[in-house]
DNA sequence: GCCGAGAATGAATCCATCC
DNA sequence: AGGATGGATTCATTCTCGG
């Protein structure tokens, strides 16, 4: 077994593909992850593209958006996108206990490959559920796609208790310094996220943790949680984040 | 050509099944419309979201004889409904001209499918809007399911002109006296679906016409429209809600 | 400290242009 | 012909800064 990146009371972090790690992790509570979208663009070339041409359009952009990383993961065609998803969302399965509820955020264009690639995973889908942001870029004669998906669901029969999360949420994203990530969560949409899970010993299974916005919310919480991460500048600057004190809510 | 069940200055109505009005149309502007979700109707969708046929899973975890039955069954029924769906987009689209704006609402369930055959009508899939339903019922321990989508797009390159719809829509369903048919949308949601319909002398077109709201919302904007209906009574409905005068919007 | 004006920003998209 | 590149564009929201 591989040793962790890092640890404390609530939290481990591996350093490592997702691959790799998961089928070496066993009786996880629940997956919530924010994986690579491989989306952003109509055409191939648009996709194929550095992740920060894409998706960081400030004018800091050419020269120095020094804190705003890189990540891998996201230039796959649709093929072998959904063929990843696959190897992933079922390893992340067996990585988990049954009945373990899962949450995976994805924008409009992949949500239909995502909610195959769950079912394929051996996961029940039960649901899309909303993030609804405030400040979309329109575009003339068209609606804003101002909104990401949250496809959620089960690993078989899903227990009931007493939550009754919201199924749209409302909330801007990270800016300026806040963001060290180029596709960062803010921490209130992860808390939202994780209203699926019950409170238990089983931790949160991340096997994209990027900057460590779900490990954060878990841990704010009083959630366990693991995070897997290939970026070892992302591993460092999670761990810097998580060693942080709990946030009063 | 089949005579109008109903027919005045903007809106005109036909009675009979949609894939056979929709070959003797054309010139169409727009395609908007509510299909039916194919909830405890002709097709199952309790079997819907089964992609065993598609992507065979072939290892399991121990304790997986649960989730095989989630796996298992038959897809005839879904495969039906894509294909009668991929029928009747296809022929919207010959029936609208080049560059037509289109927009059909669909549930969470169905979304998947819906993109699919929208796009295997010849359609150009641009995006999902939301329907934010407030008063939806809550389900324990689970994220509410909300909202309902708007499979959005055009027939080709669509037109850039000045109007910037939200892509998110927040609003009650009809209760009581205004809801004839039991999946009435309400007219303040059709006219935003309408925003996307440049004014022009071409008609938006409603395959699945209902109780009529489609029509309704596009006559109060001033719109021409075209609707096909399979029941009578509905037809009846419809005409008598449209004979009524324009409303002040 | 509060308020208002002006600037910056966003998992974007389109299209002309260049290889 | 088709992939790759770069510039222009849009508005709601948030941020910055001065009064």
Redesign the interface.
């Known amino acids: 077994m591989k040793q962790p990146y890092y640890q404390d009371d609530h939290v481990t972090i591996y350093h490592g593909d997702t691959l790799d790690i998961l089928p070496t992790l066993e009786n996880c509570g629940a997956l919530i992850t924010d994986p690579p979208y491989s989306s952003g663009g109509q055409f191939r070339a648009d996709r194929s593209q550095r992740v920060v041409d894409k998706y960081v359009q400030t004018q800091t952009k050419k020269g120095d958006a020094k804190h705003v990383r890189e990540f891998e993961g996201d230039n796959r065609d649709q093929r072998s996108f959904l063929a990843w998803m696959?190897l992933w969302t079922?390893a992340a399965?067996?990585a988990c206990v049954?009945g373990a509820?899962f949450?995976v955020f994805t924008d409009?264009r992949q949500?239909?490959t995502m909610?195959?690639a769950v079912?394929?995973g051996?996961w029940?889908?039960?649901?899309?559920?909303?993030w609804?942001k405030p400040s979309?870029r329109?575009?003339?004669?068209?609606?804003?796609?101002?909104?990401e998906?949250?496809v959620?669901g089960s690993?078989?029969?899903?227990?009931?208790?007493?939550?009754?999360?919201?199924?749209?949420f409302r909330c801007g994203t990270p800016r300026g310094e806040d963001r060290t990530h180029p596709t960062q969560k803010p921490d209130e949409l992860m808390r939202w996220a994780l209203?699926?899970v019950?409170p238990t010993e089983a931790p949160v299974l991340d096997p994209f943790m990027g900057s460590g916005s779900t490990l954060r919310a878990a841990k704010d919480l009083g959630l366990r949680a693991i995070g897997i991460e290939v970026d070892e500048q992302s591993c460092e600057d999670a761990a810097k984040r998580l060693a942080q004190e709990v946030l009063p809510l």
């Open positions: 696959m079922n399965r067996r049954t509820p949450a409009w949500l239909p909610t195959d079912q394929a051996g029940v889908w039960r649901g899309i559920a909303v609804e979309a329109p575009m003339s004669g068209r609606f804003t796609n101002q909104a998906y949250l959620w690993d078989g029969p899903m227990e009931q208790w007493d939550n009754y999360p919201p199924g749209v209203q699926i019950q």
